[in-house]
């Protein structure tokens, strides 16, 4: 796996059982996790983990962190407002491998309603160890996501 065992980690209430299952086999595997919430099966509002998980990764705390929610679609969609978090929702195993590898993913979205926990494990173990390809092709779409976030992305310089 990544080097850097150093993870991040939040939930919504639906993602809550499989989050504390999650920390427990990572920290088995040698890993350092930090819990951003939340911390019950209660109903809450799942854009407050999102909120403190992406802040942490934005401000070089952590390199990679995963969201679980019901289906992984709403947290990831509160992440993608973060600048420079790319949050991605995976179900197979080739998706978490490809966010890596050519979109370069920081976030890892799962659905705890979804998906079985034993597929959370395999996601989360391909998502840790699986780097980015620094290709030129990869690169050139990764700077062009980060003109779109800040508003300087002109179509026409890339025609």
Known sequence: MNENKNIIIGCDHAGYEYKCRLI??????????????????????????????????????????????????????????????????CSDDFSAE?????????????GARVLEFTKVCELTDIFLKTEALDEDRHLRRLRMISELEDGTFDDKKYE
Not at 41 to 59: M, R
Not at 98 to 110: E, F, G, Q, S
């Open 24 to 89: 427990t086999r990572l920290e088995l595997l040698g890993y350092s996790v930090t819990d951003v919430g939340t911390y019950s099966s209660e109903s809450c509002d799942y854009p407050i983990p999102v909120h403190a998980l992406c802040k942490k990764i934005q401000n070089g705390e952590f390199n990679r962190g995963i969201l679980i929610c019901g289906t992984g679609i709403g947290v990831s969609i509160a992440a993608n407002k973060h600048k420079g978090i790319r949050a991605a929702v």
């Open 98 to 110: 490809m966010t890596r590898k050519h979109n370069d993913a920081n976030v890892l979205c799962m």
